[in-house]
């Protein structure tokens, strides 16, 4: 950074972006690695370079932050929502293969790594290839998580990594487009800086963005890579403490296959129990519960962290549950989640699982400056709760 600041590259052009590009694409085993201001622009490009076109029906993982699928939007494509699994909180393989019988034509398939848990891709990925279907992988949240060896971001055509303030690492801002395909690493990079033409004025032949990172975060990235694995092994300690301590609740920690995938531990959540759920509901801006002894609900545990100034959040609402994206399809393992009426309120047969996560689960306080005592008090409040 300070080398930015003496050599006055403080723009987007100079040697710390070239070298946290060389640094990222090495780490993660990919050709290209694209550096830019943000994983929603990364997310942006890859849509782009994907060729999604106005109308057409783009499947997007359902449980996840909006950024996944806003971009979709952006080029006035259609999200359609594919439900999670329980084993990973993933996009469902079995819910994708149900997608492509009902939209057979769909070209393009988004899938997030949440909370920094690989995805199931063996199965992801047969799914797309068998249906010629670019996967794009949204591993925003997933920086350093491995599956099956390999590095999330390198599963998909196009990976997507996000340096924000509060992912595993961070630039204060930022993201990157990851591929091997290098004449989409050269279109992403013309794009994102206005897409100007080689000519000696401002020749423009196609629409420009202003998306490339700046060389000053570039430098803060390049600063942060080397406290990567020390944030995950942290990452870890924090969430195994948890599990430690809250093992005999009837609760369980956010899944990850053991003999297939190392997670990242990026934030440590839990789910409750059905039979440990106290009533709880919901509406688009506020929550209540009936206290219950021996039960509890996110909501009672997220009031009681805060009284203590402790920060716990709610699971991503699903984007099928949004305002926003209320009347887009949404596909879960037994067929369209927009038709089975009765879906939710049967709980044996609970086939909407994001709904159910929602319901059931919170993301704990996780930041790796906190100390283990901090941690016990927090293991204290949620003991307490039942
Ligand atoms: C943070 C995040 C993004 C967006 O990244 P920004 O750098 O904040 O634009 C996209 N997807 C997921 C899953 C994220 O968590």
């Known amino acids: ?18 070298k946290v590009e060389e640094q990222i694409s090495s780490y993660i085993g990919c050709k290209y690695a694209v550096a830019l201001s943000a994983g929603t622009a990364a997310m942006h ?15 997007c993982s359902d449980m996840t932050f909006s950024a996944t699928v806003n971009p979709v ?13 329980y084993e990973t909180w993933n996009m469902s393989p079995a819910a994708l293969e149900k997608a492509f019988e009902l939209y057979p034509d769909v070209k393009v398939v988004v899938v ?22 670019v996967l794009i992988e949204d591993a925003a949240e997933s920086l350093g998580a491995v599956y099956k060896g390999r590095q999330t971001g390198t599963f998909g055509k196009y990976g997507v990594l996000s340096f924000n303030g509060n992912k595993i690492i961070t630039g204060s801002s930022g993201g990157m487009l990851l591929t091997d ?23 423009h032949e196609e629409l420009g963005y202003n998306y490339r990172m700046s060389n000053v975060i570039a430098g803060v990235v390049r600063g942060q890579c080397n406290h990567l694995k020390e944030h995950i092994t942290r990452k870890k300690e924090i969430y195994m403490r948890y599990k430690e301590g809250l ?7 956010n899944p990850y296959n053991e003999r297939n995938m190392e997670p990242n531990f990026w934030l440590s959540c839990m789910l409750i129990d059905r039979e440990a759920m106290c009533k709880q509901v919901r509406n688009d801006s506020d929550a209540a519960y009936i206290k219950e002894p021996g039960k509890t609900c996110p909501t009672e545990i997220l009031e009681k962290l805060a009284i203590h100034n402790a920060e716990g959040r709610p699971i991503w609402k699903p984007m099928h549950m949004q305002p926003i994206y209320r009347m887009h399809p949404f596909v879960t393992e037994t067929g369209d989640g927009r038709r089975s009426t009765n879906a939710y ?42």
């Open 345 to 386: 309120t049967d709980m044996e047969k609970t086939v909407d699982v994001g709904a159910d996560i929602f319901d059931r689960g919170l993301c704990l306080p996780s930041d790796i400056k906190m100390t283990s005592e901090e941690q016990n008090n927090i293991i204290e409040m949620i003991r307490e709760c039942f």
């Open 247 to 253: 093992k005999d609740l009837p609760i369980k920690m």
């Open 73 to 85: 939007v952006y080029e006035g494509g259609v999200p359609v929502f594919i439900d999670s699994e």
């Open 45 to 59: 490009l890859a849509i782009k370079l994907a060729g999604v076109e106005p109308g057409a029906k783009v499947f």
């Open 112 to 133: 997030v790594n949440l909370y920094g848990t690989p995805a199931k891709f063996d199965e992801i990925k047969a799914i797309c290839d068998r249906h010629n279907a």
């Open 181 to 203: 395909d290098k004449a989409g690493a050269d279109r992403a990079r013309k794009w994102s800086t206005q897409s100007r033409e080689a000519a000696p004025w401002y020749q």
């Open 1 to 18: 950074m300070t080398e930015a600041y003496n050599t006055n590259w403080m723009s987007t052009v100079g040697e710390n972006i070239n």
